[in-house]
């Protein structure tokens, strides 16, 4: 846990977190902590039962706001996409008058990718820390949907050179994954709405209009990833039309092979039967005679069919 006074953007760590329960003269307290320290920070900063209980349940957590008299609690889904499979980690946060807590069981970038943007804001308040953490949050989906995009631009381009049975597996886990986020994305949706419309004491009133402008990207982000889902559904679609004609290639060129070895066979057929008296079957070459009949029709069949693109 680290516990650390922010004034203006600069840090400064604090060793003993119990000096964050006062407000400070200048700046807010920023308490980043593990779910398994919050044991300690429960009572020191009024924390309710079902909070903890939410944080430290290992079950995937619904985005929400909970609004208390001291402080708000709020969950929000940050997002990843590490080889090729999408994860969404719980991001709590307990929002206080001058205090902000991040609770969180696996490292999340966003909360190191934040720091910059407090110092360059020169950021003194935990509502508006809040702001551009959530900010950072909504515009990851962004980058992660790009990454899809490009996903599903590469599959599409791989089907049409060279169908392969693996690219089926691809497929279905893919719009599995797209399915599964723009279910999640939902809830995500709601909780910027309260932010943006609900009434808010320790968010400020001209703040929480921003909030509106990351609503208005999340349902952006649900547009975009209901876009995937029917570049999926034609993926599919492409994946069983290249079969086919894979297919229907092969058919065209064994039926090519059957058609030329038709008269061959009828040849040989004749030639093979026990009677004495066919024509030049007595013959010294007759044998040779045959087999270059047979090839001057085999190569002939073939050379006709190449000219016509049947093979």
Same mark, same amino acid.
């Given at each position: &846990?680290?516990?650390?006074?922010?004034?203006?953007?600069?840090?400064? !760590?604090?060793?003993?977190? +119990?000096?964050?329960?006062?407000?400070?003269? =200048?700046?807010?307290?920023?308490?980043?902590?593990?779910?398994?320290?919050?044991?300690?920070?429960?009572?020191?900063?009024?924390?309710?039962?079902?909070?903890?209980?939410?944080? !430290?349940?290992?079950?995937?957590?619904?985005?929400?706001?909970?609004?208390?008299?001291?402080?708000?609690?709020?969950?929000?889904?940050? *997002?990843?996409?590490?080889?090729?499979?999408? /994860?969404?980690?719980?991001?709590? *946060?307990?929002?206080?008058?001058?205090?902000?807590?991040?609770?969180?069981?696996?490292?999340?970038?966003?909360?190191?990718?934040?720091?910059?943007?407090?110092?360059?804001?020169?950021?003194?308040?935990?509502?508006?820390?809040?702001?551009?953490?959530?900010?950072?949050?909504?515009?990851?989906?962004?980058?992660?949907?790009? +990454?899809?995009?490009?996903?599903?631009?590469?599959?599409?381009?791989?089907?049409?050179?060279?169908?392969?049975?693996?690219?089926?597996?691809?497929?279905?886990?893919?719009?599995?994954?797209?399915?599964?986020?723009?279910?999640?994305?939902?809830?995500?949706?709601?909780?910027?709405?309260?932010?943006?419309?609900?009434?808010?004491?320790?968010?400020?009133?001209?703040?929480?209009?921003? /909030?509106?402008?990351?609503?208005?990207?999340?349902?952006?982000?649900?547009?975009?990833?209901?876009?995937?889902?029917?570049?999926?559904?034609?993926?599919? =679609?492409?994946?069983?039309?290249?079969?086919?004609?894979?297919?229907?290639?092969? &058919?065209?060129?064994?039926?090519?092979?059957?058609?030329?070895?038709?008269?061959?066979?009828?040849?040989?057929?004749?030639?093979?039967?026990?009677?004495?008296?066919?024509?030049?079957?007595?013959?010294?070459?007759?044998?040779?005679?045959?087999?270059?009949?047979?090839?001057?029709?085999? /190569?002939?069949?073939?050379?006709? /069919?190449?000219?016509?693109?049947?093979?």
């Amino acid at each position: &846990m680290k516990t650390r006074l922010v004034r203006k953007g600069v840090f400064t !760590l604090i060793e003993d977190v +119990r000096e964050a329960v006062s407000p400070p003269s =200048e700046g807010f307290y920023w308490i980043d902590a593990h779910v398994d320290e919050l044991a300690s920070l429960q009572p020191l900063f009024g924390l309710h039962d079902l909070e903890v209980e939410d944080c !430290l349940s290992e079950e995937e957590q619904r985005p929400k706001l909970e609004v208390h008299e001291g402080h708000y609690f709020i969950v929000i889904n940050s *997002i990843r996409f590490d080889d090729e499979e999408i /994860f969404l980690r719980a991001l709590n *946060i307990f929002l206080g008058r001058h205090y902000i807590i991040t609770v969180t069981r696996q490292k999340i970038n966003e909360l190191r990718s934040v720091k910059p943007i407090l110092l360059e804001e020169q950021v003194d308040q935990p509502d508006v820390f809040l702001y551009h953490l959530i900010d950072r949050v909504v515009d990851n989906y962004f980058l992660v949907g790009d +990454r899809i995009e490009t996903r599903i631009d590469q599959l599409e381009e791989d089907i049409l050179m060279h169908t392969k049975k693996s690219h089926l597996e691809e497929i279905i886990n893919l719009r599995s994954e797209i399915l599964w986020l723009r279910k999640a994305l939902g809830p995500q949706k709601e909780l910027l709405h309260a932010l943006n419309k609900r009434d808010l004491k320790l968010i400020d009133n001209q703040l929480q209009h921003y /909030f509106g402008d990351i609503h208005e990207n999340a349902v952006k982000i649900a547009e975009a990833f209901d876009t995937y889902r029917d570049l999926i559904g034609n993926l599919r =679609e492409a994946y069983q039309s290249s079969l086919a004609g894979r297919a229907n290639e092969i &058919m065209r060129v064994f039926t090519a092979l059957t058609t030329i070895f038709m008269p061959l066979t009828f040849i040989t057929g004749i030639y093979g039967m026990n009677v004495d008296n066919l024509p030049g079957a007595h013959y010294r070459w007759a044998a040779y005679g045959l087999l270059g009949l047979m090839l001057v029709v085999g /190569f002939g069949m073939f050379y006709l /069919f190449r000219k016509k693109n049947w093979l």
